[in-house]
């Protein structure tokens, strides 16, 4: 009898102490606890890596080559296991050929659609085209004029690899004498063979003729022979005279044909609708849809200079002058448009600058260049800068000059990917292209409506049960709004996620462990519910389902919750709880069961700020799906952008306000998206983007060196006794340059040995001892600790032992003031969760002195973060704003939303039927709103606290209503009270003295307070 439950003993995976647990099987448990307790290592590296294992290792050791393996986890046992499949927060693939419906294999059963019951159109007049009949065919070839030379031929392979014997042997053994192979003749008699790797065109050639009025008959037999031997398709080809230019093939098809135009249909097949086969895909772009163009705006940054002072920002042409390589020819390509190398670009006729990005044709001049001081005479023509750097791209590789370049729609295809003739086939009216570019929601309701023969419905019974169940699955967990033929890179990682769950779903496997982690990431409250149900339902198969969550309505809604804790880092890694949600709310030790049973909660502020008085204004927003909206971010105020996935919220603030930001205010090279205009830069000094990317790409980085820590550390060790006495500098303690570090491992501290087939395995150098350092450099102590010492220390460690030196100290305080006291000072970044890389970020933003003018854009900042942590988040939040820097951050959490000064929500829904502002004002006036799904919400969280002052004129009944653009896009809140901008308020009692800022107190003596009113 199988085993009911998961039993784990002695597991010491990273930060977990030696611990035993055991899970139900076929059960919805989640894993929670602070950030760096232990649940990933628990979840993925402990549960995930056995079972992972142990399936690799069923393998033959032929098969294990191919498949790579993990590590053995350090634990004593695992009883129970099921086989694991793991669907974790990484993206999707970044090929620009997967598509939202090349994931989810949707796309592949749409070809095999369109090409059983596809009906076939004319490209070229749009009618619906027939099959041809032999004597048809036959009619087209007799209108060659006479004297004509030409082949009959049988198409029998088109692009196929290998040697294709048999095809030659039929062909001998049929009375055939010559083929032709990729446009070359040969003689079947002759010794020739294929490259079996490559793919071939074979054609028999079946008959050579001579046009003339009696040649008919035998045409009508051998094109009879030709359809017989090629699947109903028969090649023309015309013989040229020499001299002569060969005109195109005449492929005719006993399939599909248009008499008027000469269009010929072969037979449909589900190769011809992918945009990856050459046979479907667009001949100009292969399929991408999109092409790399280098553009002249980001050539030249700034028009006001000249060539000479380096109007062009590309390597070659940086510096023009007549003593140079460019610099003489360009003069006097310009010369006859009175333009001179001195002349600023913005004062270029226009023509003048269509020579210089374009060249001059073929007009030849006679130059004198300068190459390492040499002269070289020439007569040369002038392609311009840009064919120049496309032909450099080509011959150097893309990577540097992809900074000049930007993708635009194929100007063959515009971005559909497939050539016309695949793009006039259609279903239910609508090519594959047109269905794909549909939301799923519409496609469902396509599919619901699709009326089709007797015959084709019989045909495509199957096909469409898959379809539907994989759009109905799509939609359960909440993407209703992507379409089919969206890009695969521009999804958010919970998107990936979640399409990742729908493609499990449909699976339907029986007996199988899930390992899910933080599938909530990037939904609306309102979508949570649809999620929880499709666990559930993943449960009811016979799974078991283990999800690692902080969100508490999935807490409350599994069977079993397991308690990782009860602190992070080294004060985590031990089972708190181990129970139904119930029983974890009664825990006293548990900060999880705290949260649940309402003994601690994140307090709503004391007031709302009423901003500096000026705005960020965007005008006229319609990137992407914003419906032409214009939105207000109130300056010096904590701003929460808000809405269902899919409504707009990434679009208007990282496609436009941060793109227009970074260009204006930051100097940056970018283009921000669709909009009139963005007002009120003159308000700030400088916009920096706290994203979750990693903060650095090697294991090299890392907190102390993002920070500048690292810095201040070394310079402390250079100037220790027995470093001065033997005249040691700050660099001698870094362990990324030559001097101090050890040279056996250079640095790394391990060393990789590789195994071919079994997995690398990465030994503690022998010389250094994992270390990094030589014993020299080890030698130069501080407080009898050495560098590396101090690295392996932990933040909370190293505030106690730095304590006295306010340059290191201060960093540090605020590293552990984002909730990272339990992360090692040297800790590698590619070990750094992206919540951890972006609290580090804040922290390096945090030691900086403020400006008083910044404006910090965070998108989902609680990714990955307990309540708890989130507290301090809002925390540190709150410090920024508090200094008069401005807070935008994108979210869905509801504790971060009702402590936003200022919220501005979007919607109604996702994809086509969002863009529009549903309300925006403070986070009660916006709960107050109808048809806001986040103030709905949002009512239940302020019912929990009684409601703040405002710090400026009382708040108004409804939300502020939009600028005239949101008036007409928002119907949601239409007959609110109207309630001025919170930035031109009269302040009024207490708070209105001067809006005097209270002193910000010490973060213990906040942690202190805290921990009071949550008592």
Aim: net charge neutral; aromatic share 6%.
């Amino acid at each position: 009898m199988p085993s009911k439950q998961i039993i784990i003993k002695g597991a010491r995976v990273h930060n977990l102490k030696n611990i035993d647990v055991t899970l139900p099987r076929d059960r919805l448990v989640v894993l929670t606890g602070l950030s760096g307790s232990g649940k990933s290592s628990l979840a993925f590296d402990t549960l995930y890596a056995e079972g992972h294992r142990r399936f690799v290792e069923s393998l033959s050791s032929y098969a294990r080559m191919f498949l790579g393996q993990v590590d053995k986890p350090d634990v004593d046992q695992i009883e129970g296991l099921s086989p694991a499949i793991a669907i974790d927060q990484k993206t999707t693939s970044q090929n620009p050929r997967s598509t939202v419906g090349t994931v989810t294999e949707i796309y592949d059963y749409l070809r095999l659609l369109y090409a059983r019951i596809g009906i076939p159109h004319c490209p070229v007049c749009g009618k619906e085209i027939r099959q041809q009949t032999q004597d048809q065919m036959v009619d087209a070839v007799m209108a060659l004029p006479e004297g004509t030379r030409f082949m009959v031929l049988a198409p029998v392979v088109r692009g196929k690899k290998g040697m294709h014997e048999k095809v030659f042997d039929d062909a001998r053994r049929s009375g055939f004498a010559r083929v032709r192979v990729d446009g070359a003749l040969y003689d079947l008699s002759e010794d020739f063979s294929l490259d079996k790797n490559s793919k071939h065109s074979i054609d028999v050639v079946v008959d050579r003729l001579v046009m003339r009025p009696d040649v008919r008959a035998r045409l009508s037999e051998s094109i009879g022979q030709a359809l017989a031997r090629a699947d109903n398709r028969v090649c023309v080809a015309v013989i040229p005279r020499e001299g002569e230019e060969a005109p195109p093939e005449m492929e005719l098809s006993g399939s599909y044909a248009c008499e008027e135009h000469r269009v010929s249909f072969g037979k449909l097949e589900p190769r011809m609708f992918s945009f990856n086969n050459p046979f479907g895909a667009c001949p100009h772009c292969a399929g991408l849809g999109d092409l790399s163009t280098i553009l002249p705006a980001k050539l030249i940054p700034d028009p006001s200079l000249t060539l000479r002072q380096g109007a062009v920002a590309c390597n070659g042409f940086k510096t023009m002058d007549e003593e140079g390589w460019s610099g003489p020819l360009v003069a006097m390509a310009l010369e006859p448009f009175g333009c001179t190398l001195d002349t600023p670009l913005r004062d270029f006729p226009p023509e003048a600058m269509q020579a210089l990005m374009y060249g001059t044709g073929a007009k030849r001049y006679h130059v004198t260049r300068y190459f390492d001081r040499a002269a070289h005479e020439q007569t040369v023509a002038y392609e311009g800068v840009i064919p120049t750097i496309e032909r450099r791209a080509k011959m150097f590789g893309e990577e540097y000059y992809r900074q000049f370049a930007e993708e635009t729609p194929c100007p063959e295809c515009h971005g559909r990917r497939l050539n016309p003739m695949v793009l006039s086939v259609t279903v239910g009216g609508l090519n594959i292209d047109e269905l794909t570019r549909l939301s799923v929601e519409r496609c469902e309701a396509f599919f619901a409506g699709l009326t089709l023969t007797p015959t084709e419905s019989e045909i495509a019974r199957d096909i469409l049960k898959e379809i539907r169940a994989r759009l109905s699955f799509l939609r359960h967990v909440g993407l209703e709004y992507l379409t089919l033929a969206r890009k695969a890179g521009s999804l958010s990682g919970g998107e990936a996620q979640h399409i990742r769950l729908a493609t499990q779903i449909g699976s339907a496997l029986v007996g199988v462990m899930y390992i899910l982690d933080e599938p909530s990431i990037g939904l609306h409250q309102r979508d949570n519910g649809k999620l929880i149900s499709t666990l559930k339902d993943l449960r009811d198969l016979g799974n078991t389902v283990v999800v690692v969550e902080h969100d508490e309505e999935t807490i409350r809604q599994a069977d079993y919750v397991v308690d990782v804790g009860p602190g992070a880092g080294i004060h985590g890694g031990e089972i708190v709880a181990c129970c139904t949600p119930d029983e974890v709310a009664r825990c006293p030790r548990s900060i999880t069961g705290d949260y649940l049973a309402g003994r601690r909660r994140i307090p709503v502020p004391a007031a709302r700020r009423p901003g500096n008085g000026h705005v960020l204004r965007v005008v006229g927003a319609r990137e992407h799906n914003l419906k032409d909206i214009t939105v207000e971010f109130p300056l010096g105020c904590f701003v929460c952008v808000t809405g269902v996935s899919g409504s707009g919220k990434s679009s208007l603030v990282n496609g436009i306000l941060r793109k227009t930001l970074l260009r204006d205010l930051n100097r940056a090279i970018t283009y921000p998206g669709d909009c009139d205009r963005v007002e009120g830069q003159t308000y700030a000094d400088k916009v920096i983007d706290i994203d979750q990317s990693p903060i650095g790409r090697t294991p090299r980085s890392n907190p102390a060196t993002y920070t500048g820590l690292f810095t201040d550390i070394r310079d402390l060790f250079a100037k220790t006794p027995v470093a001065r006495a033997r005249g040691y500098t700050p660099g001698r303690f870094s362990f990324n340059v030559k001097g101090g570090r050890c040279e056996a491992c250079e640095g790394d501290g391990v060393k990789c040995i590789e195994m071919h087939f079994l997995p690398d395995v990465y030994v503690r150098c022998d010389q250094c001892g994992g270390t990094r350092y030589n014993r020299d450099t080890l030698d130069c102590l501080y407080k009898g600790k050495n560098i590396s010492d101090v690295l392996n220390m932990t933040v909370e460690e190293g505030l106690s032992f730095f304590d006295g030196l306010p340059a290191i100290t201060r960093k540090l305080q605020t590293l552990f003031d984002v909730g990272l006291g339990y992360v090692q000072i040297g800790q590698s970044s590619t070990t750094l969760s992206g919540g951890e890389a972006q609290r580090v970020k804040l922290a390096t933003e945090l030691a900086r002195r403020s400006t008083g003018k910044t404006v910090y854009i965070l998108d989902e900042p609680t990714t990955g973060l307990h309540s708890e942590d989130v507290k301090a988040l809002i925390a540190i939040l709150q410090r920024l704003v508090d200094a008069g820097n401005t807070a935008i951050v994108i979210e869905h959490n509801l504790d971060l939303i009702k402590c936003a000064d200022y919220l501005i929500d979007l919607g109604p829904e996702g994809g086509e039927r969002g863009g529009r502002v549903i309300a925006c004002g403070t986070p009660e006036q916006v709960a107050r709103t109808e048809g806001s799904y986040t103030g709905l919400y949002l009512r239940e969280k302020l019912a929990e606290a009684p409601a703040p002052p405002a710090r400026g004129k009382k708040e108004a009944d409804g939300a502020k209503k939009a600028p005239a653009a949101q008036k007409r896009s928002a119907p949601a809140g239409e007959g609110e009270k109207k309630a001025p901008a919170p930035h031109k308020q009269k302040e009024t009692g207490a708070a209105s003295a001067k809006n005097e800022k209270k002193p910000v107190p010490d973060t213990r003596e906040k942690r202190a307070k805290n921990k009071k009113t949550d008592a």
